[in-house]
């Protein structure tokens, strides 16, 4: 997965985007604020960090 697919994902998901600082962007939903995220366009995220941002958003189907 790319990181501009997890981003609209995440989106799709409730979350608003906050900010970004540097390539890293956060995300707010009910006050709660989740990040740094990081974000890269078009490039792979590495699977084990995949997995642990679906996990922090709670978009891991279980």
């Not at 997890?6 to 939903?29: C, V």
Request: proline content about 5%.
């Amino acid at each position: 997965m790319k990181y501009s697919e997890l981003h609209r994902k995440i989106i799709q998901a409730g979350w608003k985007f906050d900010h970004a600082a540097g390539s890293h962007y956060y995300y707010t939903k009910e006050g709660k604020i989740i990040g740094p995220v990081p974000y890269h366009g078009s490039k792979e995220i590495p699977k084990g960090l995949q997995r642990s941002i679906e996990r922090a958003f709670k978009l891991c189907e279980k």
